[in-house]
C-alpha cells in the first residue's frame, strides 16, 4: 500500500501544482474557460486568484517537502493532505461541485492509502 500512497502523493503535489499555474499565471486565458468567465469577470478576480494559486504552490510544496523527508513523511503528508481536503471540500460547497471531484477526493484517497499503508 505504501507505493501506493506515494504515488497518490505526489499525484495530489503535482493537482495542486497546476492548480498554481492556473490560477497564478493562466487565470485570464485558460481559467476563463474553465471556469465559463468573461473577460471582465478574470480581470476582476485575477489578483484574488493568484493569491489562491499561491496557497495551493504551498501544498503542493508541502507534499513534496513530506515525500522527500523519509521516515517523517506520513505526519506531514497527513498534515498537507488533510488542508487540501478541507480546501477541496470548501471550494466544492462555495465555489463549483466539481472542486470536491479534482481537488478534495484525491487528496482524500491519499490519505486513505496513507493510513492502510
Known amino acids: ?3 501506493i500512497a506515494l504515488s497518490l502523493v505526489a499525484l495530489v503535489a503535482l493537482l495542486h501544482a497546476g492548480f498554481l499555474v492556473l490560477e497564478m499565471f ?3 486565458t485558460r481559467a ?3 471556469f465559463s ?3 471582465e469577470q478574470a480581470e476582476a478576480t485575477a489578483a484574488l486568484a493568484a493569491n489562491q494559486g499561491l496557497y495551493n504552490g504551498f501544498l503542493a510544496a508541502g507534499l513534496v517537502w513530506a515525500l522527500a523527508s523519509g521516515p517523517e513523511f506520513a505526519p506531514r503528508a497527513t498534515f498537507f493532505l488533510a488542508c ?3 480546501a477541496g471540500v470548501y471550494g466544492g460547497l462555495t465555489v463549483r ?6 481537488q478534495a477526493l484525491p487528496a482524500a484517497l491519499a490519505l486513505v ?3 492502510l499503508g
Open 84 to 86: 487540501a481536503v478541507l
Open 37 to 39: 468567465m468573461s473577460a
Open 113 to 115: 492509502a496513507l493510513r
Open 32 to 34: 476563463r474557460r474553465v
Open 1 to 3: 500500500m505504501r507505493p
Open 97 to 102: 461541485r466539481t472542486i470536491l471531484l479534482v
Open 26 to 28: 493562466l487565470w485570464r
